[in-house]
């Protein structure tokens, strides 16, 4: 059923009430959409998303805001784009005078925990002081946990920032902690917010390779691919049974998760989110996994179920990640700030949202200052001339990078930037862009158009 705003407020006039929901974000690091069965993956990864999709609220298009990591996650813990809080690349903690959506539901009486990766302290491999956690109050978490543990080496630290060793393959291991936690919440007399965040399926970092459980990667290697992924450029062909691998696990642990909710009794009073912070191109836009606008790095797959989404079905509108914390509020009945950038999916689920926004708006930063505009047809992006991504947020003048026309060409082959018939959309296009930048940053900048090419001269998507 849909949570009704009668409900919704008594959980708000009841802050202690057994009513109020637990909600887990049980989040994922570089998942691409279409690893799941939902979204046309053949290979029987994902039986539990599939079915927790199914039976709950499936936000089919779900964008990342930022397809890099620390940017997407400060989005998610503050609900705010990463140009506002300064996070706009990796390496910058969150500023001290923004309010957490941890801090919202500790005063709303929730016990909050963090569970994994954090990536939002500049910490790396060192504990991540109490002020830079954002106001969780459990904690088995590291900054970057890429860079101190692998796959059968998972540690990670406690609230006393001491190092905890945490036993099997490091998906198991973090899901794990997770249920202990969960278990332990039945001795409390409040709900809890669990955010657990995984590392998978993202690379291996000082070795480069998708690291699956043992005799996982072989079942995948050589077998379905996505057509963005038939290109000689890229790792795909040598890396995907790992990630594939790594994919598996995941929904493995997604689903004893939920068998532990199912058998202490808590599942029915339970939300889950299931979403990820950026999707993997395999180095075939660039030499590295994400950091572009192509649906490959920026679509992400997301499903809610529990009380207020079970029955929801597919929503067919365009979501972004920034629409995510205003909804995990809604969700706990916990007034939405008026200052957050996104609003709250409930609205399309109550029927309320007649001015939802028909595209997303999305920041690139690090391998460019770009800026990008996806609509449920059309893929526009730009790119800075003037600055770099990794030292500035963002730049006074850009420049026409990529058109898609995502009806005709959906895995992004032919960019149209620039081609004359092509002209008046790219013009519509960028008045939008334009407009979401100015909402958003505050500014209008320049944006001049790709250079000027005739029918029938296409230029490679891939280039």
């Given at each position: 059923m849909v949570l009704s705003r009668a409900n919704?407020?008594?959980?708000?006039?009841?802050?202690?009430?057994?009513?109020?929901?637990?909600?887990?974000?049980?989040?994922?690091?570089q998942q691409r959409h279409d690893t799941t069965g939902v979204h046309g993956n053949p290979l029987g990864l994902t039986p539990n998303?599939?079915?927790?999709?199914?039976?709950?609220?499936?936000?089919?298009?779900?964008?990342?805001?930022?397809?890099?990591?620390?940017?997407?996650?400060?989005?998610?813990?503050?609900?705010?784009?990463?140009?506002?809080?300064?996070?706009?690349?990796n390496g910058i903690p969150l500023p001290s005078w923004s309010t957490p959506i941890a801090e919202r539901f500790n005063d709303a009486g929730y016990n909050t925990a963090y569970i994994g990766k954090w990536h939002l302290a500049a910490t790396k491999g060192e504990p991540v002081p109490e002020h830079l956690r954002g106001g969780y109050k459990y904690w088995l978490?590291?900054?970057?946990?890429?860079?101190?543990?692998?796959?059968?080496?998972?540690?990670?630290?406690?609230?006393?920032?001491?190092?905890?060793?945490?036993?099997?393959?490091?998906?198991?291991?973090l899901t794990d902690a997770a249920i202990r936690y969960i278990d332990e919440q039945q001795n409390s007399d409040s709900p809890f917010f669990l955010y657990l965040s995984l590392l998978e399926p993202h690379q291996q970092n000082h070795r480069d390779q998708f690291v699956a459980p043992d005799g996982y990667e072989e079942q995948y290697t050589g077998r379905w691919?996505?057509?963005?992924?038939?290109?000689?450029?890229?790792?795909?062909?040598?890396q995907i049974g790992g990630y594939y691998g790594m994919v598996k696990r995941i929904d493995e642990a997604l689903g004893r998760l939920v068998d532990t909710l199912k058998s202490l009794g808590t599942l029915e009073n339970t939300i889950i989110l299931?979403?990820?912070?950026?999707?993997?191109?395999?180095?075939?836009?660039?030499?590295?996994?994400?950091?572009?606008?192509?649906?490959?790095?920026?679509?992400?797959?997301t499903m809610m179920c529990g009380p207020g989404f079970n029955g929801g079905g597919r929503v067919e509108e365009l979501v972004s990640l920034i629409d995510l914390p205003p909804t995990l509020l809604d969700a706990a009945g916990i007034d939405v700030p008026e200052d957050m950038d996104g609003r709250p999916v409930q609205q399309l689920?109550?029927?309320?949202?007649?001015?939802?926004?028909?595209?997303?708006?999305?920041?690139?930063?690090?391998?460019?200052?770009?800026?990008?505009?996806?609509?449920?047809?059309?893929?526009?992006?730009?790119?800075?001339?003037?600055?770099?991504?990794?030292?500035?947020?963002?730049?006074d003048s850009y420049e026409e990078e990529f058109l898609y026309d995502l009806e005709s060409d959906p895995y992004e082959?032919?960019?149209?930037?620039?081609?004359?018939?092509?002209?008046?959309?790219?013009?519509?296009?960028?008045?939008?862009?334009?407009?979401?930048?100015?909402?958003?940053?505050?500014?209008?900048?320049?944006?001049?158009?790709?250079?000027?090419?005739?029918?029938?001269?296409?230029?490679?998507g891939i280039d």
């Open positions: 919704a407020m008594h959980y708000k006039e009841s802050p202690l009430s057994e009513k109020r929901p637990n909600i887990i974000v049980f989040f994922t690091d998303f599939d079915r927790l999709a199914a039976q709950g609220t499936h936000l089919f298009n779900t964008f990342t805001c930022q397809p890099v990591c620390g940017p997407a996650r400060s989005c998610m813990q503050t609900g705010l784009y990463a140009t506002r809080t300064g996070c706009f690349r978490a590291a900054d970057a946990i890429e860079l101190i543990t692998d796959a059968y080496y998972t540690v990670v630290y406690d609230n006393d920032n001491k190092l905890k060793r945490l036993p099997g393959y490091r998906v198991d291991a691919l996505p057509p963005d992924l038939h290109v000689p450029e890229g790792s795909a062909a040598r299931f979403t990820s912070d950026h999707g993997c191109h395999f180095k075939t836009r660039a030499k590295e996994y994400k950091r572009s606008c192509h649906e490959s790095s920026i679509r992400v797959p689920l109550r029927r309320e949202a007649h001015d939802w926004p028909d595209d997303v708006f999305i920041q690139i930063s690090e391998a460019q200052v770009g800026r990008a505009i996806r609509t449920k047809r059309w893929k526009y992006s730009v790119s800075s001339t003037d600055k770099s991504g990794h030292d500035g947020s963002k730049s082959q032919f960019n149209l930037a620039g081609l004359d018939p092509f002209s008046g959309v790219a013009k519509e296009l960028r008045e939008r862009l334009l407009a979401r930048i100015k909402t958003v940053e505050g500014y209008e900048p320049e944006i001049v158009p790709a250079p000027s090419r005739p029918a029938g001269q296409r230029k490679p």
